[in-house]
């Protein structure tokens, strides 16, 4: 079946611009999760999300980061006045619910360069 | 703060080698992962380790846990190209509500023939 997609591939903004990011998440899978990945790094989780519920916002980097779930499935992260620190490749992943029992399976990522 | 340590960070070995990639992390987890990223591409889940002890092989890779050690380590057997990429330790804290991974840094392999 159809994995994780995100658009789009690539993003290159200047700085100071907004830019949202997208996410499509398995089908029927009611958990998903932003990631950032900057150069040479591991992942840094941002905000995740189930079902209906009020998001986990406890790992965006600064108010200038922000994301919703519309309708429970596809998702959309933007982040406002972009600098260049942003520059980073952002992986969400779903996972068929919350929690540690279930695999989370990851999108191809949107590379974003801020310049 | 949790943390997750992987060592090596850089990896280069020839072909028909062993090497072992060691993940620490810092506080109680109840689940750990092994992932691998080829360039460009996303996240490959490889292993889920679920309780103390616990061993999984697949192909030339075998992954085991110690919990009481807050250790996991990958372990490459006659290491071929194909499994040239970087791979990803995570973790899950044991706390209720934890339900978001932390990962190691990464080690990038690199199997020379």
């Known amino acids: 079946g159809a994995g994780v997609s995100q658009s789009p591939s690539n993003k290159v903004t200047e700085k100071g611009k907004d830019v949202e990011l997208r996410c499509d998440p398995i089908?029927?899978?009611?958990?998903l999760y932003w990631y950032r990945q900057s150069l040479g790094q591991g992942l840094e989780f941002l905000i995740y999300?189930?079902?209906?519920?009020?998001?986990?916002k406890s790992g965006l980097p600064s108010d200038r980061f922000s994301a919703e779930r519309t309708g429970g499935s596809v998702s959309t992260l933007t982040i406002q006045r972009t600098q260049q620190e942003d520059s980073a490749v952002y992986l969400c992943?779903?996972?068929?619910?919350?929690?540690?029992?279930?695999?989370?399976?990851f999108g191809p990522g949107t590379r974003l360069t801020v310049t | 703060e949790l943390k997750v340590e992987q060592n090596p960070l850089f990896l280069s070995m020839q072909e028909e080698k062993n090497y072992t990639i060691y993940c620490n992390y810092s506080?109680?987890?109840?689940?750990l992962y092994w992932y691998r990223q080829d360039p460009g591409k996303s996240l490959e889940s490889l292993f889920v380790?679920?309780?103390?002890?616990a061993v999984k092989q697949e192909g030339r890779l075998m992954a085991s846990l110690d919990t009481k050690a807050r250790l996991s380590t990958l372990h490459i057997t006659a290491a071929v190209h194909d499994l040239s990429a970087t791979y990803f330790c995570?973790?899950?804290?044991?706390?209720?509500?934890?339900?978001?991974?932390?990962f190691g840094t990464g080690t990038r392999l690199t199997v020379i023939p």
């Open positions: 089908s029927g899978h009611t958990a």
């Open positions: 992943a779903s996972s068929l619910r919350l929690g540690g029992n279930y695999e989370q399976y």
């Open positions: 995570a973790v899950r804290p044991a706390q209720t509500g934890a339900n978001n991974l932390f």
């Open positions: 506080t109680t987890s109840d689940r």
């Open positions: 380790l679920l309780s103390n002890g």
């Open positions: 999300f189930q079902g209906n519920s009020a998001p986990d």
